[in-house]
């Protein structure tokens, strides 16, 4: 059983930290381990653009790098800075994070909580219309660019 309500506060938590003197657009994100651990992430911009750090690949990033590879669900909440909680709170996944989820989470199982309502939406389902490249289908089917035109 996931709690919701904790991931989101969590993912609150998380945005407090963002780094975002350039959009002002400041997004948090908590991410659930297989192991009952909550990793934890928030944007970081940089003046250079590219390098720019999205909340939720942040998360991923630090459980991976701490020995987690397996998840069950992530949330995400963002807005501008100034807005209250609980209004523009929604937040999807970009398609380079959902690329990344795509890489360690099963597609038809993993959650993504998107709003302060804990709205829960499935990478698989929501995102099919997007090209989200599984290992297996760059290995099999794609030409190592083909895969990363969204
Ligand atoms: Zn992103």
Known sequence: MIDKKLLI????????FCYTPYSNFNVGAALLGANG????????????????NCAERTAFFKA?????????????VGNK???????????????VCRQVMAEFCDLKTFKVII?????????????SSFHIATHAQI?????PWSCYSF
């Open 115 to 127: 709003d302060s309502l804990a709205t829960v939406i499935y990478l698989f389902s929501v995102f």
């Open 64 to 76: 991976i790098s701490e020995g987690q590879k397996e998840f069950t669900a992530i949330a995400v």
């Open 37 to 52: 651990k909550i990793y934890q992430g928030c944007n970081i911009e940089n003046a250079a653009y590219t390098p720019t």
């Open 9 to 16: 506060e969590k993912a609150f938590e998380a945005q407090k």
């Open 81 to 95: 800075e100034g807005v209250k909680q609980g209004e523009g709170d929604f937040c999807a996944p970009c398609a």
């Open 139 to 143: 290995t099999a089917e794609c030409t």
